[in-house]
């Protein structure tokens, strides 16, 4: 039996559902909807899919099983909440949604209906970061002492004149660390575990008529004591591919995007070395660092596999709607602590 998809909210991201969807045998896009007519349309005669105009319409098609949430950030809970209720399996993309409430209450109506809830991270499903996640797993890093997400990509005022939404705290939730380096910051927390507390400092230097940071640092303190940083931004011309290191009293990794650069134990086994050689190469984009478009597709078909294994199975997802929720909430507890100067403690009382 075919799954359906349907796509709400069809903009850049939304090309790139489409295309993992079509990787998958045995799923296809059936409709699309956006609140601008042209924009659906334009996307339906792509895929040959239906397009709709009003959302309730959409959801009262019976071939659709699993919608994707492909509006804005801030846009994500009315169609997820509707979806959810009319008995839909959701996917949204990321963030979750851009405060905390508003990731609960997608949350609660998923729960409520018993449907699949999962939010977007293709970074967890490549194999280079699932490398790094079993070696934590066993044990081979010893005591992790420092973990690390950086992130210094570059974003063209264009950009950001784009669309309205982009920059905007409602609708965008925040800048570089909301927009582009939850995705590291998704990562370091599933590899290191929660942040217990932190400081930070925010800027805006480099772009015009945006309300929210292009530049962010954070030092923190996570729940098993090690220690690590976040730098976040949209300001580093030329833009570089993002970079994760993790470090322990046996040993380090530094992932650069989907390249593994450092493998290195005090324990080596033999399969060390051929892993290194073979995991070097794996990039094949430019990662999002400079230009938005230049992402593969391929982490988000690996996720949606998930999502639908989760579904056939009665299982939950790897990133379910608590697992989406984490990232948002320590994006939002490093802007309060540059906004206040202070330390914030985590989760946020
Ligand atoms: N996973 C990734 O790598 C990745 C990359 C880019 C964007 N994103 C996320 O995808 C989402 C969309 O980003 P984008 O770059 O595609 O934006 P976009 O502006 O290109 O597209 C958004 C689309 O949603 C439509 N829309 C707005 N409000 C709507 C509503 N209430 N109902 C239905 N349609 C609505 C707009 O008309 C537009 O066509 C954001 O949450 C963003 O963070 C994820």
Redesign the pocket.
């Known amino acids: 039996m075919t799954v359906g998809f349907g796509l709400?909210?069809?903009?850049?991201?939304?090309?790139?559902h489409a295309r993992a969807v079509a990787d998958i045998r045995g799923a296809s896009v059936v409709a699309c909807?956006?609140?601008?007519p042209s924009?659906?349309d334009r996307l339906a005669a792509t895929l040959g899919c239906t397009a709709y105009y009003g959302?309730d319409t959409m959801l009262a098609d019976p071939r659709i099983d699993v919608v994707t949430?492909?509006?804005?950030?801030g846009?994500?809970m009315?169609?997820a909440v509707s979806a959810a209720a009319a008995g839909k399996h959701v996917i949204?993309?990321?963030?979750l949604e851009v405060t905390l409430s508003r990731c609960d209450r997608i949350i609660a109506a998923c729960a409520r209906a018993g449907v699949v809830l999962s939010t977007?991270?293709?970074s967890r499903f490549h194999e280079s970061s699932r490398l790094i996640k079993n070696a934590i797993d066993q044990g081979r890093f010893g005591r992790l002492t420092i973990g690390d997400a950086y992130v210094k990509w570059y974003r063209t005022q264009q950009y950001y004149d784009?669309?309205a939404?982009?920059g905007t705290w409602k609708?965008?939730g925040g800048g570089a660390l909301m927009?582009q380096a939850?995705?590291s910051v998704d990562l370091l927390l599933w590899l290191m575990g929660p942040v217990q507390d932190l400081s930070a400092r925010t800027a805006t230097l480099a772009h015009q008529r945006i309300e929210v940071e292009d530049v962010a640092t954070a030092t923190l303190r996570f729940a098993n004591g090690a220690l690590g940083v976040i730098e976040a931004t949209t300001a580093a011309y030329p833009g570089a591919l993002k970079r994760i290191e993790i470090h322990g009293t046996e040993g380090s990794a530094v992932l650069r995007e989907e390249d593994i650069i450092t493998w290195d134990f005090a324990k080596k086994t033999r399969a060390d070395a051929a892993l290194l050689t073979r995991m070097a190469g794996k990039t094949q984009t430019g990662g999002?660092a400079a230009d938005?478009?230049a992402?593969g597709h391929h982490?988000?078909t690996a996720q949606f596999k998930d999502v639908l294994n989760a579904i056939r199975h009665g299982k939950k997802p790897l990133i379910d709607g608590p697992e989406g929720r984490r990232s948002v909430e320590t994006v939002l507890a490093i802007y309060k602590a540059a906004q206040s100067g202070r330390s914030v403690s985590l989760p946020p009382s």
């Open positions: 709400i909210g069809c903009g850049m991201i939304a090309n790139f909807y956006d609140t601008v924009a659906a959302l949430i492909c509006t804005p950030s846009a994500h009315e169609p949204v993309e990321k963030p977007i991270f293709p784009s669309g939404w982009r609708l965008d927009n939850i995705h999002g938005p478009a992402i982490g988000h």
